[in-house]
């Protein structure tokens, strides 16, 4: 089908393509959407039948992120390749596995290849995703025509990969920095909240911040709470400062005036 | 030089030897990159700031100023997320911090240029650049500016990630700025006066604006109980009252 497509009208969508993939990195971005952008891409610009994406989740388990349809059958065939089939060995290896024959794969992947075939598809391409050497996922691409991919289509395929990839390492990226950002800003809400509770308790107290302190810590451990939790309810008044004194300071006479 | 050359110069300076892993630099660093008079870091996080590092005295003070008054570039770039450029204090426009204005120019500042650390959707602090000299920051200084900002945003979050979730680095607190006392007279404010915590951080303020001194050291007296602050009914004229 796609050598009936006019060059020109090929090149536009192929321009188009990129043009919008990029673009679409430069800003926030969902990642989802622009996975299913891509795998969408393959199969317009007539690289595959159908075609996925599968990254590996934290235990090496590769889960589809994005496909070109969302036909049962389809999804079926991805999911299989936890145990067998193309991507887990573009995944396994760190290479591409190219025009892979399904009739002739029968010992290969005995499951994976009967089911690809049962579904309409001869043929079967894995691209790995790598962040720079680790490989991340795999671009799968499915084929309704035997004999595979033009040396031209696969260069295609392969660019396509990598702007999943970058794409995919973006997101990480800017997804760990804010929650380290957040992490950062609660830690200096928690300093604030603590100090200005030791405040409080020590002027109620008479005594000194060295053992509000304490009188703080000592509840929070009394009653596994977090320090940062005690002393949030100190300052919002929901935990009343006399309950937070288990024991108070007899032996603490207030320190003389300056 | 294109945008490649300043961020490759700019990442080297801020991963060259120690200012990777010594928050006390960055300050130092960000002068250098940035060829200005004085810089200072300081975190934020919604209403709370605390300064990281200052690269002299007089901009740990001028950064130290602006938290007390609640008005200068610090506040303003870290409210709207966008630098917040004023090459002359003496200018026409500096209507906008009547109080921070004079007292920047009383200590010789003449510019002041501060950059939000933007974290994706977050900002968690301002880099205020401060010059001696009225005038624009070069093209360079502008170009490389928001470049250092991401340095110092990749930073700060490299030095944090080494701490639990709920504590702040160590070597992100500035221990010579003494904020942890004025936090603590807030507390103490509140309960004394049995007021809200917001509203105890206005009151010390007010009252370190009223008396003439700075909040640092009316927090210290509070916390030494050489102050206090008594309710409306029975203050003196600066609001507050010898501690007895």
């Not at chain 1, 995944?91 to 089911?115: C, H, I, K, N, Q």
Request: hydrophobic fraction near 45%.
């Amino acid at each position: 089908m796609n050598d009936r497509m006019s060059s020109v009208t090929r090149e536009d969508l192929l321009v188009r393509t990129f043009v919008e993939l990029t673009d679409s990195l430069v800003d926030d971005f969902d990642i989802i959407d622009l996975l299913t952008a891509l795998a969408d891409g393959c199969v317009e610009l007539g690289l595959a039948s159908a075609s996925g994406i599968l990254l590996s989740d934290e235990h090496g388990k590769l889960r589809v992120m994005a496909a070109s349809s969302e036909r049962t059958r389809l999804l079926e065939l991805f999911q299989l390749q936890n145990d067998e089939g193309p991507c887990l060995e573009a995944y396994a290896t760190g290479e591409a596995v190219l025009d892979a024959d399904l009739s002739a794969a029968f010992d290969r992947w005995p499951r994976f290849a009967p089911e690809a075939l049962a579904a309409g598809f001869r043929s079967v391409d894995a691209l790995p995703l790598r962040l720079r050497a680790a490989p991340i996922g795999a671009l799968n691409l499915f084929s309704a025509l035997p004999g595979g991919m033009s040396e031209a289509n696969r260069r295609i395929a392969r660019a396509m990969g990598d702007v999943a990839a970058i794409a995919i390492i973006q997101n990480q990226m800017v997804r760990e920095s804010e929650v380290r950002a957040r992490q950062l800003q609660h830690a200096l809400d928690s300093r604030v909240a603590i100090e200005q509770a030791k405040g409080m308790v020590a002027e109620r107290l008479a005594c000194d911040m060295d053992h509000a302190f304490g009188v703080i810590r000592s509840y929070a451990r009394s009653h596994r709470r977090h320090l940062t939790a005690v002393a949030a309810e100190i300052i919002a008044g929901t935990l009343s400062l006399e309950a937070a004194v288990v024991t108070p300071p007899v032996d603490r006479p207030r320190p003389p005036a300056g | 030089m294109n945008r490649a050359e300043r961020m490759s110069r700019v990442a080297a300076l801020f991963a060259d030897g120690a200012a990777s892993v010594a928050p006390r630099s960055l300050c130092g660093t960000s002068v250098a990159a940035l060829l200005v008079s004085s810089a200072g870091l300081t975190l934020m996080s919604g209403d709370h700031s605390s300064p990281v590092c200052a690269s002299d005295t007089r901009a740990g003070d001028l950064d130290d100023l602006q938290f007390a008054l609640g008005e200068g570039p610090c506040p303003d770039a870290h409210r709207s997320r966008t630098p917040i450029f004023e090459p002359d204090l003496e200018g026409a426009s500096t209507g906008r911090w009547p109080q921070f204005a004079p007292a920047a120019v009383d200590v010789g500042v003449r510019g002041v240029f501060a950059f939000p650390l933007n974290a994706g959707v977050d900002c968690i602090g301002v880099l205020t650049l401060y010059q001696d000299a009225a005038g624009d920051l070069t093209p360079d200084q502008a170009a490389d500016g928001p470049l250092v900002a991401e340095a110092l945003v990749r930073s700060m979050l490299t030095i944090q990630s080494g701490s639990g979730p709920d504590v702040l680095a160590r070597e992100l607190i500035d221990v010579d700025a003494h904020r942890a006392e004025v936090h603590q007279a807030t507390g103490m404010v509140a309960v004394q006066l049995g007021i809200a915590i917001t509203d105890a951080a206005l009151r010390l303020r007010a009252f370190a604006y009223a008396s003439g001194r700075s909040v640092a050291a009316v927090a210290r007296d509070i916390v030494d109980r050489r102050v206090r602050l008594a309710d409306d009914a029975d203050r003196d004229e600066a609001g507050g009252v010898p501690f007895e």
